[in-house]
């Protein structure tokens, strides 16, 4: 299995907010064929958790976090485009990260990994483009903590896009969802088993990092779907434990918990999670400014009612500083109920507004 | 200071789902004086956390947990009515619970305390009401979690009660409120300090305790109100620590969270918190049969459209309860955008909402 692909940069990596990488890996997959005149490619970047494996190929069949939506003849069509997703730098796919070998010392990282920036992701992003020697973008697609990653991305290297597909996004962190970041991190953190970040991988804080997921279940789904799926449903408990789970919904939050737990690294999440609270690159200015001069010839915004951590007011933010900027922008609020998560299963309602987005014939 | 005051039952008190205290005490504080034909008896039931301390008074000049609508010519007027406020059995101000000493062993009850409802909760209220010799209230005013009991309460002692006044309640915790809470427990118990709950009251297992406030804060209020509030504001980190609150809503978390740990004890915590996922009188039956023989003149529900815990359209279904059951009742949906905790501190809306449903000059 050569999957996913791994670019080596051996070349100094400076971070936004200080401290330089002596070099660095980045993990990426791709899709499709790049055309004789390179006006195919199509990036994607991810949201916090997910790898570079958006879809199953020939190298790795296993389905990808974005199957229903990338592939041949889907609304990501990659018998026309060139499609690039690359794993976060800072995240634990593949690419460096707190989890990684500081070579320097021959020790994981851990929390001697500099201050992570999304502009720091962006830019590694950018290498690996630079490296398949992708100058231009077709379509720059960021859903959730990608959509901002994309922003930074078109702020670093503008008049390299000509679209962008911004999905659930936002402008900067609101004091809500800075408040639940907050406590997924500290839930991790103060786990004794964190150990001041350095804890051994095989015995990460898992009390810590379980809390977190279920935080981020919460957050990621909405109340009024759970009515309809969890009702007051109850399973077979077998109450080894007072608490253990006995309604449905907590059943459902255990399950994700627990595949969570020993695949994802702390340190990863708690980095990665930070870049989304400081992340502002307006800061405080009007987001049009910064719109107009990225160069976009076009730009689809989608976000969806029901999602609390990146709510619809914040896409419809997103989209109105585009077109105040002049890039003529196309605003899907969706009536999805599964909150920010919709993008990745209400693909009845994503399928058809991801083609038009993809459609270059509006 | 002699407050609150403590009303010894010195019998068995069987519990619902199993178990016997062999005696409990129930912590209660009362305002205002009862008329001689006692007409003018008005309960109050508490959300989870609150004292009997509901407001100020001779004996406790502090400030109580609903000093702005109870007191002299205040919406709960003290002046016409006899008010008097229960600490919940389970709770830890007063009343029996898990944090007090069992008298068969000397100990504490700890974990060894018996499965708590808040059919047990309403049954204590009601020994409080017969020591007092008060047979029929006026009016039975819950909040959250008193809701609740309050609805216990009419179930257990039909036509004694003339009026409701429901605030920010529900008729069962639905899947979301359940996973939030089964969330803030597992922070509590997962806590290694929490030693099984037989942790010291010195000793308590304060990461969880601290994890379960703010997720509780998070879910008592609104991202409306405090987009408004705190906007991106940073505060002056002393960043001893790298995950430091950094952002103003993070050190109004923090501070949420200091007040609460060492105040409230842990296992009642669990125990009170466990008991409103329980709650389910009508237990998937129609709610307005459960309604039907309560006995009431009238009511008054209030909700708040911001309220994701206790959600408006769940106040919108005790109404209409009320109203199918033949209940002549009042639905007030209160703009207000501080979420759950808007009945504590939305005062502009509700002290005209809380003197309407007390009027009896409608």
């Given at each position: 299995?050569?999957?996913?692909?791994i670019?080596?940069?051996?070349?100094?990596?400076?971070?936004?907010?200080?401290?330089?990488?002596?070099?660095?890996?980045l993990?990426?997959?791709?899709?499709?064929?790049?055309?004789?005149n390179?006006?195919n490619?199509?990036l994607?970047?991810?949201?916090?958790s997910p790898?570079?494996h958006?879809?199953?190929?020939?190298d790795?069949?296993?389905?990808?976090?974005?199957?229903?939506?990338?592939?041949?003849?889907?609304?990501?069509?990659?018998?026309?485009?060139?499609?690039?997703?690359?794993?976060?730098?800072g995240?634990?796919?593949?690419s460096?990260?707190?989890?990684?070998?500081?070579?320097?010392?021959?020790?994981?990282?851990g929390?001697?990994?500099?201050?992570?920036?999304l502009?720091?992701v962006a830019?590694?992003?950018?290498?690996?483009?630079?490296?398949?020697?992708?100058e231009?973008l077709?379509?720059?697609?960021g859903?959730?903590?990608?959509?901002?990653?994309?922003?930074?991305?078109l702020i670093?290297?503008?008049?390299?896009?000509?679209?962008?597909?911004?999905?659930?996004s936002a402008?900067?962190?609101e004091?809500?969802?800075?408040?639940?970041?907050?406590?997924q991190?500290?839930?991790?953190?103060?786990?004794?088993?964190?150990?001041?970040?350095?804890?051994?991988?095989?015995?990460?804080?898992?009390?810590?990092?379980?809390?977190?997921?279920?935080?981020?279940?919460?957050?990621?789904?909405?109340?009024?779907?759970?009515?309809?799926?969890?009702k007051?449903d109850?399973?077979?408990?077998?109450?080894?434990?007072?608490?253990?789970?006995?309604?449905?919904?907590?059943?459902?939050l255990?399950?994700?918990?627990?595949?969570f737990?020993?695949?994802?690294?702390?340190?990863?999440?708690?980095w990665l999670?930070?870049?989304?609270?400081w992340?502002?690159p307006?800061?405080?200015?009007?987001?049009?400014?910064v719109?107009?001069?990225l160069?976009l010839?076009?730009?689809?915004?989608i976000?969806?009612?029901?999602?609390?951590?990146?709510?619809?007011?914040?896409?419809?933010?997103?989209?109105?500083?585009?077109?105040?900027?002049?890039?003529?922008?196309?605003f899907?609020?969706?009536?999805?109920?599964?909150?920010?998560?919709?993008?990745?299963?209400?693909?009845?309602?994503?399928?058809?507004?991801?083609?038009?987005?993809?459609?270059?014939?509006?």
């Open positions: 299995m050569t999957s996913p692909r670019y080596k940069h051996d070349q100094p990596f400076a971070m936004r907010r200080g401290g330089v990488l002596a070099s660095i890996e993990a990426y997959e791709t899709w499709g064929t790049l055309s004789d390179k006006d490619a199509v994607i970047l991810t949201g916090l790898s570079a958006a879809a199953s190929h020939e790795d069949p296993s389905e990808g976090w974005w199957e229903a939506l990338v592939g041949p003849g889907k609304a990501i069509d990659t018998d026309r485009w060139y499609v690039v997703c690359v794993n976060s730098l995240s634990c796919w593949g460096t990260g707190p989890a990684s070998i500081d070579p320097s010392t021959g020790e994981r990282y929390p001697t990994f500099p201050e992570l920036c502009e720091d830019a590694a992003a950018g290498l690996v483009l630079d490296h398949l020697d992708i231009y077709d379509t720059l697609i859903p959730s903590m990608g959509g901002m990653s994309a922003l930074a991305y670093q290297r503008p008049g390299t896009v000509k679209r962008l597909l911004s999905i659930s402008l900067y962190s004091p809500f969802a800075t408040a639940i970041r907050a406590l991190r500290e839930a991790v953190w103060s786990d004794p088993e964190y150990a001041d970040g350095w804890y051994q991988p095989d015995q990460p804080p898992a009390r810590g990092m379980r809390l977190a997921r279920k935080v981020g279940m919460i957050s990621y789904r909405s109340a009024e779907e759970w009515r309809a799926r969890f007051r109850r399973i077979d408990a077998d109450k080894a434990h007072p608490f253990a789970p006995e309604f449905q919904v907590e059943s459902y255990e399950l994700h918990a627990q595949r737990v020993g695949s994802f690294d702390p340190n990863c999440y708690l999670s930070r870049a989304m609270d992340f502002d307006a800061a405080g200015e009007s987001p049009s400014k719109m107009a001069g160069g010839s076009e730009a689809t915004v976000g969806v009612e029901s999602d609390m951590l990146f709510p619809i007011h914040q896409q419809k933010a997103i989209a109105e500083a585009l077109q105040s900027a002049g890039v003529p922008t196309h899907d609020g969706l009536a999805s109920i599964q909150g920010h998560d919709s993008f990745l299963v209400d693909i009845g309602r994503f399928d058809p507004a991801v083609r038009r987005a993809m459609s270059t014939d509006k």
